[in-house]
C-alpha cells in the first residue's frame, strides 16, 4: 500500500517536473525551443596564445548554457583553409557560424557564402566587409588609446618607442589608428621601428625580431606592444638584454600568463588594456543566439576595456584572472547582448 501510494508520488512529481520544463522550452524563442537541434561553428583564423584559448573557453560555456551543438573548425592561421572552413560548416548545416579573426580578403566571399546559404554570421575582430554580419570588437581604437596615454602619463610626451604591428588584421589596423593618433598629437614621440610577425610560436618570433630592434636601435624606452604575445617576445628580448628597468612596455589583452609575467620582480611589463577574453567568447554565442532568434539589431557589438596597470596588480596581490574579475567585476560579466531567455554560464 505504501509503496504503491510512493510510486504515485514519483510518478506525479515527475509529470511536473516534465511539464515544468515544457513550459520552460515553450518560453524559449524559436530555434532554442529545441536547442539540441541548434548547431553553431566557431570558425578560427587564430588560436595560439592565452587570450584565444580563454575565449574558446568562453565560447564553450555559453553554448553549454544554451544547450546548442557547437562545432570548432582551427585553421591555425592559414586564410585559404579558414575560408575552406566556412564551407565546411555550411555543409554540415549549422543554423550559425561565428568567424574569429582573420584577413578581410579571404573572410568577405566565405561569409557571404554563408549569408547566401540562410546562416547567420557574427564576425569577432575580422571586418568581412557584410552588413548582414555584426562586428564583435573589445573596441580596439581604446584598447590602444588607453595604453598609450597611460605611456605619455608614464614617460612624458616625449620619447624613442618601438612598435609591433602587423597590418591587415582588424583589430590590430584599429589599435594602429590610437598609435598613429598619440604621435601626430605628440610629435615628441619618435617611431625608432616598427615590426612585428604571426609566425608561430609568436611570442618567440617576436622575440627573435625584438633582439635585433633592441640591439640596432639603444634609445629605445618605450616598446607599444598592442597584442599580449607580442609583449611577451619583446619582453624575453628585453631581459635577454639586461635593459627591464630602462624600458617599458605597454600592450593589449590579459591573462593569467600576463599577469605572472607583469608581476615579475622589475618587469618591463607595466599596462595592459584589455577585456576578459571568455567574457567576449560567451558574448559572442549570445550576439549569434539573439540573430538566430530574429532579435538582434546592432552592427557593432562592443565590449568596453579596462585598463590594467602593474601598480594595480602589485597593491591588489592579483595573482590570475580570478583574482582580477574580484578586484575588477566588469571582468566577470560583460552586459551586452543578453536576453532575459539566454541563460548565462555558471561562475
Known amino acids: 500500500m505504501i509503496r504503491r501510494e510512493f510510486m504515485k508520488l514519483t510518478a506525479a512529481a515527475g509529470m511536473t517536473l516534465a511539464a515544468l520544463g515544457s513550459v520552460q522550452a515553450a518560453d524559449m524563442p524559436a530555434p532554442f525551443d529545441k536547442p539540441a537541434d541548434v548547431k553553431i561553428a ?55 557560424i561565428i568567424i574569429q579573426h582573420g584577413l578581410t580578403e579571404s573572410m568577405k566571399a566565405a561569409a557571404q557564402r554563408a549569408v547566401d546559404a540562410g546562416i547567420k554570421v557574427v564576425a569577432f575582430d575580422v571586418d568581412v566587409e557584410n552588413a548582414s554580419v555584426p562586428q564583435i570588437e573589445q573596441s580596439d581604437y581604446l584598447l590602444g588609446k588607453l595604453a598609450l596615454d597611460q605611456a605619455i602619463e608614464d614617460n612624458g610626451s616625449s620619447f624613442t618607442a618601438g612598435y609591433v604591428y602587423v ?32 609566425d608561430n610560436p609568436i611570442a618567440n618570433s617576436v622575440a627573435n625580431q625584438a633582439r635585433s630592434v633592441l640591439q640596432a636601435n639603444p634609445a629605445i624606452s618605450v616598446m607599444f606592444a598592442p597584442f599580449d604575445e607580442f609583449a611577451k617576445g619583446v619582453k624575453i628580448a628585453v631581459d635577454e638584454a639586461g635593459l627591464s628597468q630602462d624600458i617599458k612596455i605597454y600592450s593589449a589583452d590579459v591573462s593569467t600568463a600576463d599577469i605572472s609575467a607583469m608581476r615579475e620582480p622589475d618587469s618591463a ?54 583574482d582580477l574579475g574580484v578586484k575588477m567585476p566588469q571582468f566577470q560579466h560583460a552586459d551586452v547582448s543578453v536576453a532575459e531567455w539566454i541563460p548565462l554560464p555558471k561562475r
Open 42 to 96: 566557431l570558425v578560427r583564423y587564430l588560436s595560439t596564445g592565452d587570450f584565444f584559448q580563454s575565449y574558446l573557453s568562453g565560447v564553450e560555456k555559453q553554448a553549454q548554457a544554451l544547450g546548442v551543438d557547437l562545432r570548432v573548425l582551427d585553421s591555425r592561421q592559414d586564410a585559404a583553409l579558414q575560408a575552406d572552413m566556412v564551407d565546411q560548416a555550411i555543409a554540415l548545416g549549422v543554423n550559425g
Open 269 to 322: 611589463w607595466v599596462a595592459t588594456v584589455a577585456t576578459n577574453p571568455a567574457v567576449v567568447g560567451e558574448v559572442s554565442v549570445r550576439t549569434l543566439a539573439l540573430m538566430l532568434a530574429g532579435e538582434m539589431t546592432e552592427k557593432q557589438v562592443v565590449v568596453p576595456p579596462t585598463l590594467i596597470t602593474q601598480k594595480f596588480l602589485n597593491d591588489n596581490d592579483v595573482k590570475n584572472m580570478e
Open 167 to 198: 597590418p591587415g588584421i582588424a583589430p590590430l589596423d584599429r589599435r594602429d589608428v590610437a598609435w598613429k593618433e598619440i604621435k601626430a598629437a605628440n610629435p615628441g614621440i619618435q617611431e625608432a621601428a616598427m615590426f612585428g610577425t604571426l
